[in-house]
């Protein structure tokens, strides 16, 4: 993340924020519907990933585990700095991989300070996802794109959204998206190169109703 776009936003430490992620996999971001079969099969067709509608038809036994890589225990998640500017806007960033939730705790505290140790945070969100409105990015193609540039010019969204999930721009990706944003790369070069990498993708919970459905489960240090 280049320095300007990390100085426009806090997290919800109140410090710089980090997005974390798990992975991506099918084409076509939508609201998905649990009770629509057109909508389950279709996606299913296009083989497992991380996020795939069966993991996303989730009963009110099942559970979604989560993390949040950072410096702090956060025992009650809260949305307490309200940016538009992250990938998918305003929210609670988490990733259903943990080792991915490492790496960004582990950055967090390489960008604030040496003194800092890193911390994950383990979540468990125990609902069904067919009681909320969830916008789910399967792949890094031209609507994800379209949604992260939109994001980060800090434009409201259209309309408001309990879950969304999908890729993330880390790091690498970060540096694709300002070459296309500056026009040194056109949409389908700048998706071309989305396609060649391993990203992973983050679950962010929008407003405070349902991020008081995420119960939190433990919290440990990473040791060096």
Not at 95 to 108: C, G, I, P, R, S
Not at 171 to 194: C, H, M, S
Request: charged share 25%; with cysteine; aromatic share 10%.
């Amino acid at each position: 993340m280049d320095e300007k776009a990390e100085n426009l936003i806090i997290n919800n430490t109140g410090q710089r924020p980090v997005n974390n992620g798990c992975g991506y996999g099918n084409p076509t971001p939508k609201e998905f519907n649990v009770n629509n079969p057109v909508q389950a099969e279709g996606a299913a067709r296009g083989g497992r990933t991380a996020c795939t509608p069966s993991e996303l038809r989730r009963s009110s036994t099942s559970s979604m585990k989560v993390y949040h890589g950072t410096n702090v225990i956060i025992e009650q998640p809260k949305i307490i700095n309200r940016f538009q500017t992250l990938d998918f806007g305003e929210g609670f960033y988490t990733t259903e991989n943990e080792d991915q939730a490492k790496n960004f705790a582990l950055k967090v505290c390489e960008r604030r300070s040496p003194k800092l140790h890193p911390v994950v945070n383990c979540y468990e969100f125990n609902e069904d996802f067919n009681k909320f409105s969830v916008l789910k990015f399967d792949a890094p193609d031209e609507k994800w794109l379209d949604f992260v540039v939109e994001r980060r010019k800090g434009i409201a969204l259209s309309k408001k959204y309990d879950l969304i999930i999908g890729p993330v721009a880390n790091d690498d990706v970060f540096g694709t998206i300002v070459l296309y944003e500056a026009g040194q790369l056109d949409k389908e070069g700048t998706i071309k190169r989305f396609k060649v990498k391993k990203l992973y993708n983050q679950v962010v919970f929008c407003n405070e109703l349902v991020l008081s459905r995420l119960v939190f489960i433990k919290s440990y240090k990473i040791e060096f």
